[in-house]
């Protein structure tokens, strides 16, 4: 399905879950007028809390993800957290990697696979 004026805002898994206007606070905090913004919904997912923006132009959409695009560290009800920007047409596919932490830090982590185990 593709997700025309969409993105999407992942908060991870914070506890306790951020209130809908605390999100609707970060996103018009983007840069965003009110009178931008056509609709924020939840999106259903077991443990992160992640929202979809629906804009009405497409170029607010990439004005936003080239801005603010990527894995951000913000300050939202008095708490530090990691926030990911990001479209929801382009499908990411990640690999959970043996031995390490759910938590761990993939960004700063980097692993190389011994030839063996890419046979």
Do not use: W
């Not at 609707?24 to 919904?41: D, M, Q, Y």
């Amino acid at each position: 399905m593709r997700y025309e004026d969409t993105f999407e805002i992942g908060f991870g898994n914070p506890f306790p879950r951020l209130q809908l206007l605390s999100v609707h606070r970060f996103v018009t905090g983007l840069g965003l007028s009110e009178s931008k913004i056509l609709a924020i919904a939840p999106v259903l997912l077991v443990g992160d809390q992640v929202v979809r923006v629906t804009l009405f132009k497409t170029a607010d959409v990439t004005a936003i993800l080239n801005q603010h695009g990527g894995v951000r560290q913000h300050c939202i009800e008095g708490r530090q957290i990691n926030v990911l920007i990001k479209d929801p047409n382009v499908e990411e596919r990640f690999v959970r990697v043996f031995d390490y932490p759910a938590n761990a830090n993939m960004e700063v982590m980097k692993v190389r696979l011994p030839v063996s185990a890419i046979i």
